[in-house]
């Protein structure tokens, strides 16, 4: 088609008055909007601009600078921002180099056996369904001050594991397994003609990986460096407890809370957290993720020679190897460690820590934790199937702001989130509560809010949407739009449309979830910790008390429990999605 | 099976214009096209890719809306109405059928929109079912069927909502070539049957020409030409239009006179007498337009030829000659017992004027 100038410029504007018209004649599909866009103001934008608003506002409600002045004077914040930075730089890096390491290992070297296939398998999927923090409560039971391998072999007394060593051997071992998969992802795209051509030409194996496959895999790693730097700075359990006196941002953010120092310090500190986290998040989003998709296209042509050589193959097989029987080893500790009477001093079998925990808080750490997780998990995961497909199938106005306001609130840390909540509910939305006498504040202030259930679900929402998103968005990508058009043209409106085409078509996406928000709710710690209270009791919190306390056994017992939930609510997944999933008969489009 | 209506489409000065995604400019899809369809008649558009007939059929289904000019369906303009609610039917490229229903829920699917009872449903999917030949199929899934069979499925479900107007948006071109004719045969049968009017794009000649009651050439966003199949074929209103359907030749030379459709033109000294559409003056560069079937060798003729290629095809003879300038093609039917002519033989071209026409 020739391409012929248009004069004058507005004559499309009879097309957009009559897509306008088509607009609000689909009342449904506004109604999702409005909903959308209500819900991801009042629970994600809204909180995090009081929370601006507290760290720019004096004790009278002027705009000051004070706030900000006084922080970052303060020795705490500090300390506490060099110190999140450090720990985040290093275990980038070393996330990356593990993560890189395993990946070419399971993609390049052809090794005898397929017990390491079946160990990296383990150590990928173990952070997913586990608490955050188990690995730093293992890690104490070993080398701790009471450590199985520091007192009770060496008889050593050491605190050498609390701080910074600590932090980068727990937070690499959690996060590399994320890096590994996605270099996994990256390498196998790599056309193995490419290598083969520079060997070919005369280059070394390393010379090789170095001239050839790390350039092309750059942009994937800045990607994996940034995501892993992101996950540890936002990380608030594992500080809590093997951190000892190394204060990271989350950590003292927390501190000053709970301590009842200085809060709008605190909310001038969770705000540099928060900008932290969102600019190294967009620097990710929009430019590092797309050079990594424009480098990297395409499948490999055809397999790839594995490399057979015995110098290469048993040094890597040993390393990654031992790396795997470690981590997995530390996951085994957390059952074994609830067994015994008292970890460090007495090795006698008990079950008196399982009694422990239901008799400290009855069972309600439980239920409440599952309850809420259960109520959230669905809600979520409608909701991130309702907006990726207003993403990916729908034009209108506010688009773009329900588009990056979910994918945003990936970067929002979870310490931020609770205190930003603290911040906007405690005394209604924007206070209004506050020019009501005590207690008799209407519905509407939304005051009421605070301290209940419902608030930690909406967190778990919040905290769980954006990665149903995505899945969501993934998912309908692959669905041609004309099946959707076709649905239209024989009748059906915007709401029938999801309910009866895009949602069964999606059901798998839908049900997986629902399956991670549920388990991203119940092993959730970070958002959800200053919103706990005697209403509200949650497992995660109860682990994390017992371990700071020393209760090792009680934490672990607990943990257990919790890792066999997640566990069966997965292994649920898979039956569910076995009988009634959809990838038995959707032929997917290319 | 009656239809409960007939309604035509008029497209009255209808344009949409795009913007170009790298270039930034603005262009015309669809230039200004003016069509009226009579109600219950079979309608082709037809264009090489990026002539705009899709999105011509897009904009009567309400998935775009134009830029310019209103569209009326029956009597009532329907630019404002979103796709649902708009009285038609479309059969896609790909044929869309929901892939986690069955056959019959995928038939059923306007129906239960509609509000039918259960019965009522059951009553008029088997009997859709029954006219497109899949009688037994209702509880296969569609990934069970084959190209044709999911063919059929789509266009029983178009069907069975009687929709004033059916939009078929190329849906054979995903069939091999001999299903393609057998099931063009079949939409044009059950079309007829049940009397809606369809509005058919495609970029095949060959299927436009056996479908359709009338044929709308589309070029660049505009209409080239609208016709019959056989005005079409045989009195081409460009060049464009003459080489997009069939094959043609062109023997250039002078428009001498034109007197209402009787044009005269002068190639290699010789004036020849044929039809001429009434857009060129005496004087204007003219090339008469003949199909290689309409032309044949002999040892006498019109123009004297050179050929330069013999070919026996079985069912006739393919010539490629010189005359002049210009280079003939030419299929001579049923060979046998006809002279042939070698490569390098001098012959005369033989054809009967008014199989020609002036362009």
Same mark, same amino acid.
């Given at each position: 088609?020739?391409?012929?100038?248009?004069?004058?410029?507005?004559?499309?504007?009879?097309?957009?008055?009559?897509?306008?018209?088509?607009?609000?004649?689909?009342?449904?599909?506004?109604?999702?909007?409005?909903?959308?866009?209500?819900?991801?103001?009042?629970?994600?934008?809204?909180?995090?601009?009081?929370?601006?608003?507290?760290?720019?506002?004096?004790?009278?409600?002027?705009?000051?600078?004070?706030?900000?002045?006084?922080?970052?004077?303060?020795?705490?914040?500090?300390?506490?921002?060099?110190?999140?930075?450090?720990?985040?730089?290093?275990?980038?890096?070393?996330?990356?180099?593990?993560?890189?390491?395993?990946?070419?290992?399971?993609?390049?070297?052809?090794?005898?056996?397929?017990?390491?296939?079946?160990?990296?398998?383990?150590?990928?999927?173990?952070?997913?369904?586990?608490?955050?923090?188990?690995?730093?409560?293992?890690?104490?039971?070993? /080398?701790?001050?009471?450590?199985?391998?520091?007192?009770?072999?060496?008889?050593?007394?050491?605190?050498?594991?609390?701080?910074?060593?600590?932090?980068?051997?727990?937070?690499?071992?959690?996060?590399?397994?994320?890096?590994?998969?996605?270099?996994?992802?990256?390498?196998?795209?790599?056309?193995?003609?490419?290598?083969?051509?520079?060997?070919?030409?005369?280059?070394?194996?390393?010379?090789?990986?170095?001239?050839?496959?790390?350039?092309?895999?750059?942009?994937?790693?800045?990607?994996?460096?940034?995501?892993?730097?992101?996950?540890?700075?936002?990380?608030?359990?594992?500080?809590?407890?093997?951190?000892?006196?190394?204060?990271?941002?989350?950590?003292?953010?927390?501190?000053?809370?709970?301590?009842?120092?200085?809060?709008?310090?605190?909310?001038?500190?969770?705000? /540099?957290?928060?900008?932290?986290?969102?600019?190294?998040?967009?620097?990710?989003?929009?430019?590092?993720?797309?050079?990594?998709?424009?480098?990297?296209?395409?499948?490999?042509?055809?397999?790839?020679?594995?490399?057979?050589?015995?110098?290469?193959?048993?040094?890597?097989?040993?390393?990654?190897?031992?790396?795997?029987?470690?981590?997995?080893?530390?996951?085994?500790?957390?059952?074994?460690?609830?067994?015994?009477?008292?970890?460090?001093?007495?090795?006698?079998?008990?079950?008196?820590?399982?009694?422990?925990?239901?008799?400290?808080?009855?069972?309600?750490?439980?239920?409440?934790?599952?309850?809420?997780?259960?109520?959230?998990?669905?809600?979520?995961?409608?909701?991130?199937?309702?907006?990726?497909?207003?993403?990916?199938?729908?034009?209108?106005?506010?688009?773009?702001?329900?588009?990056?306001?979910?994918?945003?609130?990936?970067?929002?840390?979870?310490?931020?989130?609770?205190?930003?909540?603290?911040?906007?509910?405690?005394?209604?939305?924007?206070?209004?509560?506050?020019?009501?006498?005590?207690?008799?504040?209407?519905?509407?202030?939304?005051?009421?809010?605070?301290?209940?259930?419902?608030?930690?679900?909406?967190?778990?929402?919040?905290?769980?949407?954006?990665?149903?998103?995505?899945?969501?968005?993934?998912?309908?990508?692959?669905?041609?739009?004309?099946?959707?058009?076709?649905?239209?043209?024989?009748?059906?409106?915007?709401?029938?449309?999801?309910?009866?085409?895009?949602?069964?078509?999606?059901?798998?996406?839908?049900?997986?979830?629902?399956?991670?928000?549920?388990?991203?709710?119940?092993?959730?710690?970070?958002?959800?910790?200053?919103?706990?209270?005697?209403?509200?009791?949650?497992?995660?919190?109860?682990?994390?008390?017992?371990?700071?306390?020393?209760?090792?056994?009680?934490?672990?017992?607990?943990?257990?429990?919790?890792?066999?939930?997640?566990?069966?609510?997965?292994?649920?997944?898979?039956? /569910?999605?076995?009988?009634?999933?959809?990838?038995?008969?959707?032929?997917?489009?290319? | 099976?009656?239809?409960?209506?007939?309604?035509?489409?008029?497209?009255?000065?209808?344009?949409?214009?795009?913007?170009?995604?790298?270039?930034?400019?603005?262009?015309?899809?669809?230039?200004?096209?003016?069509?009226?369809?009579?109600?219950?008649?079979?309608?082709?558009?037809?264009?090489?890719?990026?002539?705009?007939?899709?999105?011509?059929?897009?904009?009567?289904?309400?998935?775009?809306?134009?830029?310019?000019?209103?569209?009326?369906?029956?009597?009532?303009?329907?630019?404002?109405?979103?796709?649902?609610?708009?009285?038609?039917?479309?059969?896609?490229?790909?044929?869309?059928?929901?892939?986690?229903?069955?056959?019959?829920?995928?038939?059923?699917?306007?129906?239960?929109?509609?509000?039918?009872?259960?019965?009522?449903?059951?009553?008029?999917?088997?009997?859709?079912?029954?006219?497109?030949?899949?009688?037994?199929?209702?509880?296969?899934?569609?990934?069970?069927?084959?190209?044709?069979?999911?063919?059929?499925?789509?266009?029983?479900?178009?069907?069975?909502?009687?929709?004033?107007?059916?939009?078929?948006?190329?849906?054979?071109?995903?069939?091999?070539?001999?299903?393609?004719?057998?099931?063009?045969?079949?939409?044009?049968?059950?079309?007829?049957?049940?009397?809606?009017?369809?509005?058919?794009?495609?970029?095949?000649?060959?299927?436009?020409?056996?479908?359709?009651?009338?044929?709308?050439?589309?070029?660049?966003?505009?209409?080239?030409?609208?016709?019959?199949?056989?005005?079409?074929?045989?009195?081409?209103?460009?060049?464009?239009?003459?080489?997009?359907?069939?094959?043609?030749?062109?023997?250039?030379?002078?428009?001498?006179?034109?007197?209402?459709?009787?044009?005269?033109?002068?190639?290699?000294?010789?004036?020849?007498?044929?039809?001429?559409?009434?857009?060129?003056?005496?004087?204007?560069?003219?090339?008469?337009?003949?199909?290689?079937?309409?032309?044949?060798?002999?040892?006498?003729?019109?123009?004297?030829?050179?050929?330069?290629?013999?070919?026996?095809?079985?069912?006739?003879?393919?010539?490629?000659?010189?005359?002049?300038?210009?280079?003939?093609?030419?299929?001579?039917?049923?060979?046998?017992?006809?002279?042939?002519?070698?490569?390098?033989?001098?012959?005369?071209?033989?054809?009967?004027?008014?199989?020609?026409?002036?362009?």
């Amino acid at each position: 088609m020739e391409a012929k100038t248009v004069t004058p410029q507005d004559y499309r504007s009879q097309s957009k008055k009559l897509d306008r018209k088509k607009f609000w004649n689909d009342p449904i599909l506004i109604a999702m909007i409005v909903i959308m866009v209500f819900f991801l103001t009042l629970f994600i934008v809204y909180p995090l601009v009081m929370l601006l608003s507290e760290a720019l506002r004096s004790s009278d409600g002027h705009f000051t600078l004070d706030t900000i002045k006084e922080t970052l004077n303060y020795v705490t914040f500090k300390t506490a921002f060099f110190n999140t930075l450090k720990l985040g730089l290093i275990v980038g890096v070393t996330s990356t180099v593990v993560g890189m390491l395993f990946a070419y290992i399971d993609v390049y070297v052809k090794t005898k056996t397929k017990i390491l296939a079946g160990l990296f398998n383990v150590v990928a999927t173990m952070p997913v369904v586990s608490p955050p923090f188990v690995l730093s409560l293992s890690l104490i039971m070993l /080398f701790g001050r009471t450590g199985f391998i520091t007192k009770s072999l060496f008889g050593l007394r050491t605190s050498g594991i609390y701080g910074l060593t600590g932090l980068i051997i727990v937070q690499t071992l959690t996060f590399f397994p994320v890096c590994y998969l996605t270099f996994k992802g990256l390498l196998k795209n790599i056309d193995p003609s490419i290598e083969e051509a520079a060997r070919d030409i005369g280059a070394s194996r390393m010379k090789v990986f170095t001239s050839v496959t790390l350039p092309l895999m750059l942009p994937g790693i800045g990607n994996a460096f940034l995501v892993t730097f992101i996950e540890s700075i936002a990380d608030f359990a594992n500080p809590m407890i093997i951190g000892g006196n190394y204060d990271t941002l989350a950590t003292s953010i927390y501190l000053q809370i709970t301590g009842s120092l200085n809060k709008n310090i605190a909310s001038a500190m969770a705000l /540099f957290l928060l900008l932290l986290t969102m600019a190294l998040f967009l620097l990710q989003k929009y430019w590092l993720e797309r050079k990594a998709t424009a480098t990297l296209t395409g499948k490999a042509a055809r397999g790839r020679i594995l490399i057979e050589d015995k110098g290469v193959r048993i040094p890597l097989s040993i390393l990654a190897g031992a790396v795997s029987i470690f981590v997995i080893g530390l996951y085994v500790l957390i059952p074994i460690g609830s067994l015994f009477n008292l970890w460090g001093y007495d090795y006698s079998l008990t079950f008196k820590w399982y009694e422990y925990t239901f008799a400290s808080g009855g069972a309600k750490q439980y239920t409440d934790s599952i309850t809420l997780a259960l109520i959230s998990a669905p809600i979520t995961s409608l909701m991130s199937m309702l907006i990726a497909w207003m993403v990916v199938k729908k034009k209108f106005a506010l688009k773009g702001y329900i588009e990056l306001v979910s994918m945003m609130a990936m970067a929002v840390p979870g310490i931020v989130l609770g205190i930003a909540y603290i911040r906007g509910f405690v005394t209604g939305v924007f206070h209004v509560a506050e020019l009501f006498p005590r207690g008799q504040a209407p519905f509407w202030t939304l005051q009421g809010l605070y301290g209940t259930g419902a608030l930690v679900v909406l967190v778990f929402i919040v905290r769980s949407l954006p990665v149903g998103t995505r899945n969501g968005i993934a998912a309908l990508r692959q669905i041609d739009k004309s099946i959707e058009e076709a649905a239209t043209d024989l009748g059906a409106n915007s709401g029938k449309v999801f309910t009866s085409i895009t949602l069964p078509l999606i059901k798998d996406s839908f049900i997986s979830g629902l399956i991670t928000s549920f388990v991203r709710s119940i092993t959730a710690i970070s958002a959800v910790i200053l919103l706990v209270n005697p209403r509200v009791n949650l497992i995660t919190y109860q682990i994390s008390e017992s371990a700071n306390k020393g209760y090792y056994g009680a934490a672990c017992a607990a943990a257990t429990i919790l890792i066999l939930i997640v566990y069966a609510a997965i292994l649920l997944l898979q039956i /569910f999605t076995k009988y009634f999933g959809t990838s038995r008969y959707i032929k997917r489009e290319e | 099976m009656e239809t409960k209506k007939k309604k035509g489409i008029v497209l009255d000065h209808i344009s949409k214009i795009y913007q170009d995604p790298k270039t930034k400019k603005e262009f015309y899809a669809v230039n200004d096209v003016s069509l009226n369809i009579e109600p219950g008649e079979f309608v082709t558009l037809l264009g090489p890719s990026g002539c705009g007939k899709t999105t011509t059929l897009r904009m009567i289904a309400g998935f775009e809306s134009p830029d310019i000019g209103e569209i009326y369906l029956g009597e009532e303009k329907i630019n404002e109405k979103t796709p649902d609610k708009r009285d038609t039917a479309m059969m896609f490229q790909n044929y869309a059928l929901f892939p986690h229903m069955n056959v019959f829920d995928n038939v059923a699917y306007g129906l239960k929109l509609r509000g039918f009872k259960k019965d009522e449903i059951r009553e008029k999917v088997f009997a859709i079912l029954d006219l497109v030949e899949l009688k037994g199929m209702e509880n296969r899934m569609t990934n069970q069927l084959s190209g044709g069979q999911q063919q059929r499925v789509a266009l029983a479900r178009a069907l069975v909502v009687q929709p004033s107007v059916l939009l078929f948006d190329e849906p054979l071109s995903n069939l091999d070539a001999n299903l393609r004719v057998q099931m063009r045969t079949e939409i044009r049968r059950i079309q007829q049957e049940v009397g809606s009017t369809a509005v058919y794009v495609t970029h095949d000649q060959s299927e436009a020409m056996s479908i359709s009651d009338k044929i709308v050439v589309m070029n660049k966003g505009v209409i080239a030409q609208m016709g019959t199949p056989t005005e079409i074929y045989y009195r081409p209103a460009s060049e464009f239009v003459a080489s997009f359907i069939g094959e043609a030749n062109y023997l250039r030379g002078t428009l001498i006179s034109l007197d209402g459709e009787n044009g005269v033109i002068e190639v290699l000294g010789r004036q020849i007498e044929a039809f001429c559409h009434q857009d060129k003056n005496p004087g204007d560069d003219a090339a008469l337009m003949l199909r290689p079937e309409s032309v044949t060798l002999g040892d006498e003729g019109a123009l004297p030829a050179r050929v330069v290629l013999s070919c026996f095809m079985g069912a006739y003879q393919n010539y490629h000659v010189m005359v002049g300038d210009n280079l003939i093609k030419i299929t001579d039917y049923n060979p046998k017992g006809k002279k042939i002519y070698a490569v390098g033989d001098q012959a005369w071209l033989r054809f009967n004027p008014s199989d020609g026409t002036i362009l």
